[in-house]
């Protein structure tokens, strides 16, 4: 049994310097090699992987280790990257692999027509990813120090209690206004709009509670444009951190809804 597997990253177009072999100084996962590998109209970017890290069984394990989900995810998003500053990419989801390169050419084929539509749709856009804070005050830890010396403690907590509660209701109150003017005035560039699930935990970085974690696909020559009116839409709202990131490739609009192959499974013989 062969003990690499074929894992693609992306699905483009072929170019005078994305054709057929290696693509020099681009590295993947595992710290391989990135390749092209071509059938027909299309190509996927691919890289050899040990099946004993990759294979079916390996990744239900593999996946739930936080550290080398980071690893392969940062690798792999570098790949991406890498191509979409040459050209028009549809990437594929995280671990995305098969059991060599004829099936990689194989799904290509199949799935010629739904790959070429995808390619046109995203052909001059980029993604924005644009985070909405609600920064909302700390639970009160110990008296202010003007309740130090109240004769009631206990109403005094209570007190310093419903002031928190209104300024959380406060902030998020703003947090879902400052959604609301971004898709309003972002939305007039942008040409589709992904709603993520908020992050929380380890995900979530910075101060503030994530109200929204959206995905814009803009044009790419409205991009600054499309960052001033995000900027503008909420500079007079108190209590709200907006972040904005990008460009990236679009990975939030390369959801395929007739996939040739399942992503994330080792294609068969």
């Known amino acids: 049994m062969n003990e690499e597997l074929s894992y693609a990253y992306a699905v483009v177009r072929p170019t005078p310097d994305l054709a057929e072999g290696p693509v020099p100084g681009v590295t993947g996962v595992a710290s391989g090699a990135v390749r092209v590998v071509g059938a027909g109209a299309l190509a996927a970017a691919v890289g050899s992987v040990p099946r004993s890290d990759f294979s079916e069984a390996a990744l239900k394990v593999r996946l739930e280790d936080l550290d080398w989900l980071e690893r392969v995810a940062r690798a792999h998003h570098g790949v991406v990257e890498a191509l979409a500053a040459r050209t028009t990419v549809l990437p594929l989801r995280l671990a995305t692999v098969y059991v060599d390169d004829d099936r990689v050419r194989d799904v290509l084929r199949r799935g010629e027509e739904t790959f070429t539509r995808m390619l046109d749709r995203l052909t001059g856009h980029v993604e924005w990813g644009v985070k909405v804070y609600a920064e909302v005050p700390r639970a009160p830890a110990a008296p202010a120090a003007d309740d130090a010396g109240a004769s009631d403690p206990g109403r005094a907590y209570l007190r310093r209690r419903r002031q928190q509660r209104e300024e959380r209701g406060t902030a998020w109150s703003e947090a879902a206004e400052a959604v609301r003017r971004i898709e309003a005035e972002a939305g007039e560039i942008a040409v589709r709009l992904a709603r993520h699930r908020p992050q929380q935990g380890r995900l979530a970085v910075g101060t503030g509670e994530n109200v929204a974690n959206d995905a814009y696909l803009v044009p790419g020559e409205r991009s600054e444009e499309f960052r001033d009116r995000v900027r503008r839409s909420t500079r007079d709202l108190r209590g709200v951190r907006v ?19 399942a992503p994330g499974e080792v294609g068969g013989p």
């Open 243 to 261: 972040e904005i990131t990008g460009p990236w490739a679009p990975y939030s609009f390369a959801v395929l809804t007739e996939e040739p192959e």
